[in-house]
């Protein structure tokens, strides 16, 4: 049996649980043994081997790794003796280097035998690290000891480096004696090769003890600088380490691209291009733009944008210029979205100079006004940055297409190439254009390739058939196609009216006629030459770009859009499901699409799904064909123009299906792309709303203000029953304290207990969130609490009063969205390793409150988690992302961040990696820069370096451009080097403007200018505004002078930038979000129920839990935690409700009334309510839904329902729910893995389904068998599940669901355990087996194709495949090849002996 046979089945019987089964041990690092290559000529050794590796093999050689671990240490070290000793045989026996070469000298016709190849092997089998052995340094006793080593490693024929001489050094003289400037030359190399620790020999006779004290204390003993002996081997010891092993050596590929390590990312975080720059322009980073491109793709981007501007004609001129000119920012400057906005605002704006009316009322006035007129907004600059690479992608496609038709040229012209090529504004066209090409040239683009014996760049029409149609065009049937009329590309021009029309005339003889002189060998009859030049007529039409061009222009103009239901989706799509808001549309034209882009999303992927059809039409189907059929037909009248125009109509019929279906395809996704950039946008407005709030502002003090916050959580439990997490945080987002309380309704002791901690704390305001509709009732706990102690917040100033006053705490809802993700994800874990995940959720609430941006920033990537719209779902999730981050990136460049706090808080250096110019990569460049340079800025500048103060360059001077004034530093006034203008949004490149403003807001002239800035510096101007506290005189500054000047003197437009100076002057950085939101009713009702409008409203049939029976009503609790209320006339007329409800029953009510704010409800169980089925409104136009259609499948559902009593079905059972599968896998999606469904089966009444939740989109469904039924909708006596059989539906759920869950959950704790699918699962099996070549080893992955199911994948040797047994899991155990295992132990066990087994059944059967 192999090493790696025996490493897989490690361990027989593992006793207990202290003894460990991993075949590697991670932690400790430890490499596996390798067994040597042994060539040994003694067969008695290998023999013995043999004979003890079968012997373990007859015993079943399953070891525990302890027992493992001494065996080997005993097998090293036996073959480590008997390496030594064939070692000293070989010595003995072989000549060495110096026998060899005078034995080559004496017989010259001698060849020495190349050396054998293991020794070179056995090197490179141990790798670099042998090569770099570090050199052995003596010790301090040795320092000054002249004594020489004893051992040299060194091989033959290498110098040894010492100044001895050897006693055979002169046994082979020199044919020619050395002469005097050769010994010289030869004794100063030896002088420089002396090795440099050879010791000094110090003579230390005659001196007594006091003079070699004195020596010591003079001159040292050497201990001294044992210090720097230590740092030189550890400088050494890394310098090896970072030569001999890299990045790649130690991290899989995947983990390196997840922590942007890889090469690309070096690359990105190195080049001084703003890092979102260089990742969006990638895919074109070789494509070269002349100026006439760049003005094209202005005028392209400005024609695309401008309808949906509204502006007035006379400023489309101003707007084309403002879109060239962003341009010229993004791609010749370099600069971000931020910045552009930030400091060229004067180019997105359109200033018009007018004289001012009131001049003549009042002589001060200002004689001219300025009316600016915004042209670009922020989103329009994000916009012009996605069209850009939209065009590069365009025009990309085009130099390919020209390069292609220019090689064409030199055989032959193509008109319409020629003109339509230029003309072409979309990626479409140009596709027509490729497919033109492609078929009209097949012939000429094969002679190409194969002359230029390279691949094209082609886009093959898929299913092209242009063999068949160059037959066509080389025979005779061809002359029929001319003779059918005007070409494709004229009856294009006839009908777009491009140029005056061309009629067909009609040849003189019949078709048949004329067919009949055209046979040959291709074609040998007539009804074959029509059936031909139809075909290829057609075709022509269907590749004509201008044809296409003409049928995009009407579909996009006249199209109409419906749906078809499937088979499939005639069941599936019931009125819960969110795709029967399209079931039945039709008639949706492209307009009203484009006011709900959400529509045509969920219509695209209920396609994608089979449930229903998307059919794209005409409206004016009908004239269009005739108008098609009118410009083709000539005008003749006669039986023979009549025969000719039945031809040519059979062409076009031909020809107009296969036009329909790829322009369709075109059109929709098209319209599915342009819909997807509205709800995009509409995403990022939302996103942009949450993330534009400033910390919740306590009362009297200045909006941005930090608060103190105290936050409250019940989770999912009862505020009454179970604990109520809080934690107590400063200003400064430190915790204060943290704890539970329990019954804060009841419990006095308890309730004074927080109020003490409201006094000592004294926070400024009280949070509250949490999972259930409970949390409403702790929300009015706390609120009474409040009210009944006199809790108040701190003292403010009331402006009205001029009073200090205090006002109650206030008890506000917080949005946990955020608290949510946060508390069980491995950065809460890692910031706050000891406390439970209910009170981290509180931690995120409170920091929340405190800056809602910084918490969504710490997402990252998970932010796509959040339900920012209602059909986000429907969105590619990379774009998505990309859009919430632009948000994201103009909130952090408005709000600045504060670099050197950054540097202190984690949380705020999530920032950093949406300012301008900097990205993930480049955000930890400039950490580990900062760092480098002491972990604290003090200016802007020296971030680009400062070799006076001895800083390194952190960013290069095109980022830092971006970033500047986005990192802010704040201003210390005792620090004469600390500028005030780095505190301030104002660039770097403006501060002489802004000195200037400063200095003419103080009334100084340049003299005295002059002399304070020679005296304190650039920034003393600024300083002196500041420290004098006039920072108001600033207003009385006419700053339109000024702007004028920079105008006209010096080509500047910097109007904004004045009055960003102006702003920022008199409040540096000033908070410019927002206040803080707080939660609307259906807000707090949505984000403790799960409900929604449209989820939960008056009308619907709900099912309810009774909790309690009166005489008179009952209270109920529905499945989203909210209590309602039944009175007893809305149950029956006829019975008392005592005898219809009982405590525990759930039962089916329709909901009457609805208090979102109150969390209460009213329901009714009367047979007329229960009868009107609940139908949801859709907000249709006219003639936009198929009623007749809805009714018909309606009956049809109803015939099928009666047979199989589906939709009668209820079960007197909390976990019952009338959904279908698809319905009960949407419901338990969002919930924990193991939660429960019973549902009505499709098999009928004596059938029910039981739907748990395997894993995360794993449901399995299991048919539960009713016997012994009392009646046909009572639940059976008996259920039975396979061979397993249960009494009642509460035994079936613990005692087989619940089983098998908990099951799932060991074998998924497991350590063998591995997360992803099956594939990488293999993929991790093979890359550890790269790195560990002589181990064995097996993990356990899930089965998402059969819930229930694992697949345990084992690798036995690094050259074997990776083999995959299935492992089952059933109620209290797991089954492996049809044997039971009662835990995961057990399991490995087992699977080790099975492998052994069939490895011995397959090793007797070879024998």
Same mark, same amino acid.
């Given at each position: ?259 942007? @390590? ?74 971000? *979205? ?69 090689? /064409? ?7 319409? /190439? ?24 097949? %012939? ?54 491009? &140029?005056?029309?061309?009629? &067909? ?307 506000? *809802? ?30 995120? /609430? ?40 632009? %948000? ?26 949406? *300012? ?41 001077? =095109? ?38 403003? %400063? ?166 169980? =009367? ?80 059938? @029910? ?29 008996? /259920? ?55 181990? &064995? ?24 495949? *990776? ?45």
């Amino acid at each position: 049996m192999s090493n790696s046979m025996r490493d897989l089945i490690d361990g027989e019987a593992e006793l207990d649980d202290e003894e460990d089964d991993e075949s590697f041990d991670e932690e400790a690092g430890d490499r596996p043994r390798r067994r040597p290559n042994i060539d040994d000529s003694s067969e008695e050794e290998e023999d013995d081997e043999d004979e003890e590796e079968a012997r373990k093999i007859r015993e079943g050689f399953i070891v525990d790794e302890d027992e493992e671990d001494e065996a080997e240490d005993s097998d090293a070290r036996e073959r480590r003796r008997r390496k030594k000793r064939r070692r000293e045989r070989e010595e003995e026996e072989q000549l060495d280097e110096e026998d060899l070469d005078l034995i080559g000298e004496a017989i010259p016709e001698w060849e020495r035998k190349p050396q054998p190849q293991q020794t070179k092997f056995k090197r490179l089998k141990r790798g670099h690290r042998d090569d770099h052995r570090p050199t052995e340094r003596r010790g301090l006793a040795e320092i000054f000891s002249d004594e020489d080593e004893e051992h040299d490693d060194r091989g033959y024929g290498r110098p040894s480096g010492r100044a001895q001489a050897d006693e055979f050094d002169d046994f082979i003289e020199d044919d020619y004696p050395e002469d005097d400037e050769e010994r010289r030359h030869r004794e100063e190399d030896e002088e420089v090769a002396r090795p440099k620790d050879r010791g000094l020999n110090i003579d230390t006779t005659g001196l007594d003890k006091d003079a070699l004290e004195d020596m010591d204390a003079i001159f040292g003993n050497g201990e001294d600088y044992e210090w720097a002996l230590q740092l030189e081997d550890e400088q050494e010891h890394a310098e090896r380490t970072k030569e001999d092993i890299e990045l790649q050596d130690v991290f899989e590929p995947s983990q390196l691209k997840e922590k942007l @390590l890889t090469d690309e990312d070096n690359r990105i975080r190195f080049n001084d291009e703003p890092e979102r720059f260089q990742l969006d322009r990638k895919a074109f980073k070789n494509l070269q733009m002349t100026s006439d491109q760049f003005k094209e793709e202005a005028r392209w981007i400005s024609n695309l944008m401008l309808p949906s501007k509204n502006l007035s004609s006379e400023l489309h001129g101003p707007f084309n210029k403002a879109v060239g000119k962003v341009l010229e920012f993004f791609v010749i400057d370099g600069v971000e *979205v931020p910045y552009v906005f930030q400091h060229r605002r004067d180019y997105l704006i359109h200033a018009k100079k007018m004289r001012n009316p009131n001049r003549r009322d009042d002589p001060d006035a200002p004689e001219y006004t300025v009316d600016a007129e915004k042209l670009l907004t922020q989103d329009d600059l994000w916009k012009v940055l996605d069209l850009d690479i939209r065009f590069r992608s365009f025009l990309e496609k085009r130099n390919a297409l020209e390069q292609t038709y220019d090689k /064409l040229k030199e055989k032959t012209r193509d008109d319409i /190439l020629e003109e339509m090529i230029r003309q072409a504004q979309s990626i479409e066209e140009l596709q027509d254009l490729q497919d033109y090409l492609n078929f009209q040239y097949s %012939a000429e683009l094969k002679d190409l390739a194969a002359n230029d014996n390279s691949a094209q760049r082609e886009i093959k029409r898929a299913g092209g058939r242009t063999a068949q149609f160059e037959r066509i065009r080389r025979s005779n049937a061809y002359k029929f196609v001319q003779a059918l009329g005007i070409s494709p590309d004229r009856l294009a021009k006839n009908i777009l009216r491009e &140029s005056s029309k061309v009629t &067909s005339e009609d040849d003189s003889r019949l078709p048949d006629d004329l067919a009949d002189t055209l046979v040959d060998a291709d074609f040998p009859t007539g009804e074959l030459v029509i059936n031909a030049a139809r075909q290829m007529l057609a075709e022509e039409m269907f590749a004509s770009p201008r044809m296409r061009k003409h049928f995009r222009k009407n579909f996009y103009g006249m199209g109409i859009v419906s749906c078809r239901r499937t088979d499939k989706g005639l069941r599936k799509i019931d009125e819960a499901n969110p795709y029967y808001e399209v079931k039945y549309l039709k008639n949706m034209s492209m307009a009203d699409l484009a006011v709900r882009p959400e529509l045509f999303l969920k219509m695209m992927k209920a396609e994608e799904e089979g449930l229903i059809e998307i059919k794209v039409s005409l409206e004016n189907d009908r004239e269009f064909r005739q108008q098609l059929f009118s410009d083709f037909a000539s005008e003749n009248f006669s039986e023979l123009a009549d025969k000719w125009n039945a031809e040519r109509q059979k062409v076009i019929d031909l020809a107009f299906d296969k036009l329909v279906k790829v322009i369709v395809k075109g059109v929709k996704d098209s319209l599915r792309t342009a819909c997807q950039d509205e709800l995009l946008k509409t995403c990022r407005e939302l996103y942009f709303k949450r993330l534009d709030q400033a910390p919740y502002k306590p009362k009297g003090m200045v909006i941005g203000t930090t608060p103190r916050v105290l936050t409250l959580s019940n989770g999912m439990g009862d505020p009454n029953r179970e604990p109520v997490s809080w934690v107590s945080m400063d200003e400064d987002g430190r915790i204060l304290e943290h704890g539970t309380f329990t019954n804060l309704a009841r419990d006095e002791s308890q309730r004074e207990a927080l109020a003490e901690l409201v006094r000592r704390r004294q926070p400024d305001v009280i949070g509250i969130s949490g999972f259930s509709a409970d949390t409403h009732r702790l929300i009015k706990d706390v609120e009474g609490l409040v009210s009944e102690k006199g809790l108040v917040g701190p003292e403010y100033d009331d402006p009205e009063t001029n009073e200090y006053r205090s006002d109650l705490l206030e008890v506000i *809802v917080i949005n946990d969205e955020v608290a949510r993700l946060y508390k069980d994800s491995p950065r809460a874990v890692a910031d706050h390793p000891s406390l439970n995940p209910m009170t981290r959720y509180c931690i995120a /609430l409170a920091r929340y409150m405190q800056n809602p941006m910084k918490e969504y920033a710490a997402l990252g990537k998970d932010v796509t988690s959040l339900q920012i719209h209602p059909y986000q779902q429907y969105l590619p999730q990379a774009k998505l992302l990309k859009h919430l981050e632009t %948000a994201m990136v103009d909130m952090v460049n408005l709000v600045g961040v504060d670099i050197n706090v950054a540097m202190q808080d984690a949380n705020t250096a999530h920032l950093l990696p949406y *300012v301008a110019g900097l990205g993930p990569r480049k955000a930890q460049l400039l950490i580990k820069g900062i760092n480098k340079n002491g972990g604290v800025v003090t200016s802007r500048d020296e971030l680009v370096g400062d070799p006076e103060r001895h800083k390194l360059p952190v960013l290069g001077p =095109r980022v830092w451009n971006n970033c500047a004034s986005f990192l802010f530093i704040e201003y210390e006034p005792t620090n004469p080097e600390s500028d005030p203008l780095d505190n301030t949004r104002i660039h770097p490149e403006d501060y002489d403007l802004a000195r200037k403003v %400063a200095a003419d807001a103080l009334g100084l002239d340049e003299e005295d200018v002059k002399a304070e800035t020679d005296e304190n510096g650039a920034g003393a101007i600024v300083r002196k505004l500041f420290k004098d506290d006039e920072q108001d005189k600033v207003n009385e500054l006419i700053l339109e002078e000024y702007a004028e000047q920079l105008e006209r003197e010096y080509q500047q437009r910097k109007r904004a930038t004045l009055e960003t100076i102006r702003a920022e002057l008199q409040v540096p950085y000033e908070e410019l979000r927002k206040k803080f939101e707080s939660l609307t009713v259906d807000q707090v009702f949505t984000m403790l129920t799960g409900e929604n409008r449209d989820s939960l409203c008056e009308g619907m049939i709900v099912a309810a839990n009774v909790r309690v029976v009166k005489d008179d009503f009952a209270i109920v609790k529905l499945d989203c935690g909210i209590e309602g209320r039944i009175e007893s006339h809305d149950v029956s007329y006829r019975h008392s409700i005592k005898d219809v409800l009982h405590v525990g029953q759930v039962v089916q009510a329709k909901l009457i009334d609805l208090n979102r704010k109150e969390f209460v409800s009213k329901l009714s169980m =009367r047979d007329e309510e229960m009868r009107r089925p609940f139908r949801r409104h859709f907000d249709h136009g006219r003639d936009q839904w198929d009623y007749r259609k809805e009714d018909e499948d309606r009956e049809e559902l109803r015939e099928k329902d009666k047979s199989t009593g589906r939709a009668q079905r209820v079960v007197n059972h909390p976990l019952f729910k009338p959904f279908n599968s698809t319905q009960a896998e949407e419901y338990l999606g969002s919930q924990p893995s193991g939660e429960v469904v019973i549902r009505p089966s499709s098999k009928g009444n004596d059938h @029910l389904a039981v739907t748990w939740k395997v894993a995360d989109g794993v449901f399995q469904h299991v048919d539960v068998l009713e016997l012994q039924k009392e009646n046909e909708f009572a639940v059976g006596r008996v /259920l039975r599940v396979g061979k397993y059989t249960y009494q009642d539906l509460d035994e079936l759920i613990v005692d087989h669901v619940k089983a098998m869950a908990k099951k799932v959950d060991e074998l998924m704790q497991c350590d063998k355990f591995q997360k992803g699918s099956r594939n990488e699962t293999e993929k991790w099996l093979t890359t550890y087996m790269d790195a560990n070549p002589n181990r &064995s080893t097996y993990a356990f992955c899930i089965d998402t194709k059969h819930p229930g199911y694992f697949f345990l994948c084992f690798k036995a040797s690094r050259n074997s495949r *990776v083999n995959a047994w299935p492992v089952r899991v059933i109620p209290h155990a797991f089954e492996l090849m049809k044997s039971q295992y009662p835990d995961v132990r057990a399991l490995c066990n087992g699977f080790k002996l099975r492998y052994q087994s069939e490895m011995l059944k397959q090793q007797s059967g070879g024998r």
